[in-house]
């Protein structure tokens, strides 16, 4: 799964900058999915296969809060940027005489950066909450990458403040994210239905099908293990938290770029394009 995660959003990117066909704005955000997707898993799977493959289980604290950031930072960036799919979809489909004007390449590249920022700055604090406590108690973490409930969990001392400020951070990044999006795809549904043609309906659905994809099997893994670490840890089985975590960080890069593969028809006749050597020219 990570070599495919490896070989489909590497192939994407270099899709998308290959093919200026797919110079177009959800193409630009499909690039900073791949991208994120990319380091969200690099920075996980490799240590995971050292785990299995060679048993190398043990790892410096300093190294854990940062694995601990960047873990959290990317999965806080990839939210956001599945957002600003939803609202290119929105602009596409509602305004479709004005999606070029709208949403310029300055504009996607402000949003692209904004996203990037929320994302990091947020989680900054993460790491600082986390060394401030003292640790007496085990030190093995039953997941095979730091996440952060399951390291704050070892302390010895109250964790109220770092709980509270990861409910804040869900808040401000995951719930904002899906409200965001669940506006957009509602304002969407009533387009559409207004919309006279039955084709003009059914192309504007496919339009939304890959990122309605992606948008689950980001969500759905990201919310079970939120929920399972707070309020789950008595009744949710171990082994299924600790799958559902890994795969929470797996799934996305794997099928992101076969779903938009197979979904999109622009992406499909690109790569049949790049095989047989014909760069398109919009």
């Known amino acids: 799964?990570?070599?495919i995660s490896l070989v489909g959003n590497l192939g994407l990117v270099y899709l998308i900058y290959y093919?200026?066909?797919?110079?177009?704005?959800?193409y630009f955000f499909l690039a900073m999915l791949s991208l994120i997707d990319l380091l969200t898993c690099t920075t996980t799977i490799p240590n995971a296969l050292c785990i299995f493959w060679f048993n190398l289980?043990?790892?410096?604290?300093?190294a854990c809060l940062s694995q601990m950031f960047f873990v959290h930072g990317f999965t806080g960036v990839e939210s956001g940027v599945l957002m600003l799919m939803a609202l290119d979809r929105y602009v596409a489909i509602c305004y479709p005489l004005r999606y070029a004007t709208i949403l310029t390449n300055p504009i996607i590249f402000k949003a692209g950066i904004a996203t990037f920022l929320r994302g990091v700055l947020l989680m900054i604090p993460f790491p600082f909450l986390v060394k401030r406590l003292p640790f007496c108690k085990s030190n093995i973490i039953s997941h095979t990458y730091c996440d952060h409930m399951s390291v704050v969990k070892l302390s010895c001392a109250s964790i109220k403040v770092n709980v509270i400020y990861g409910l804040m951070v869900a808040l401000l990044i995951g719930v904002f994210d899906?409200?965001?999006?669940?506006?957009?795809?509602?304002?969407?549904?009533?387009a559409v239905v207004s919309l006279s043609s039955s084709d003009a309906r059914q192309k504007a659905f496919s339009t939304c099908t890959a990122h309605i994809s992606a948008i689950i099997i980001t969500y759905v893994p990201a919310f079970f293990t939120f929920f399972t670490h707070r309020f789950g840890g008595?009744?949710?089985p171990p082994s299924l938290h600790i799958i559902v975590a890994n795969l929470y960080l797996l799934l996305p890069p794997t099928l992101n770029p076969i779903v938009y593969g197979?979904?999109?028809?622009?992406?499909?006749e690109s790569v049949i394009k790049f095989f047989q050597g014909e760069k398109g020219t919009g």
């Open 234 to 236: 008595r009744t949710i």
């Open 1 to 3: 799964m990570y070599i």
């Open 19 to 26: 093919e200026e066909s797919l110079h177009r704005p959800m």
């Open 178 to 190: 899906i409200c965001c999006i669940s506006v957009s795809y509602t304002m969407i549904l009533q």
């Open 57 to 62: 289980k043990k790892i410096n604290f300093n």
């Open 262 to 268: 197979v979904k999109t028809k622009q992406i499909r």
